[in-house]
């Protein structure tokens, strides 16, 4: 006859291996590993508005191109910056094909500023 202790530890058990199998589960990870980009799925980005002479970066990595394939489902960083200092940011994740527009702005915020009176 089993104890009540072993009969208490074998369901504590049984619930942590079915927190750690949902969890694997939900995991994007382990989704993104069945999934590999050597299966050349990619989806299409086409970037609006970009100025000559500016730079492209996706992902830390300078891009020549302003319609490119990224692994779909996966975030992905996009910053441009002209000559003059005018950035933009976005993080995006894109399924199928997307079309972003280029707004740069200025880095800093300029605020007038009144004379007080005397």
């Known amino acids: 006859m089993l104890d009540s202790r072993w009969m208490m530890a074998v369901a504590v ?12 589960e939900r995991n994007p ?8 980009p050597d299966q050349g799925v990619t989806a299409k ?3 609006l508005g970009v100025p000559p002479g500016a730079h492209v970066m996706l ?8 319609v490119f394939g990224v692994a779909p489902g996966v975030r992905h960083a996009l910053e441009v910056r ?6 933009w940011r976005q993080v995006f994740s894109a399924a199928g094909s997307v079309s972003l527009v280029v ?5 800093f ?7 007080a009176k005397e």
Not at 13 to 24: D, G, N, P, T, Y
Not at 30 to 36: E, L, R
Not at 59 to 66: A, C, K, L, V, Y
Not at 103 to 107: G, M, S
């Open 45 to 47: 980005v086409e970037l």
């Open 59 to 66: 992902d830390g990595q300078r891009i020549e191109n302003n």
């Open 82 to 87: 002209d000559p003059s200092g005018r950035s």
């Open 103 to 107: 707004q740069l702005r200025e880095d």
């Open 29 to 36: 990870a382990s989704k993104q590993a069945v999934t590999t």
């Open 109 to 115: 915020v300029q605020v007038p500023v009144r004379q």
């Open 13 to 24: 058990l049984a619930v942590l291996v079915a927190i750690a199998w949902a969890l694997l």
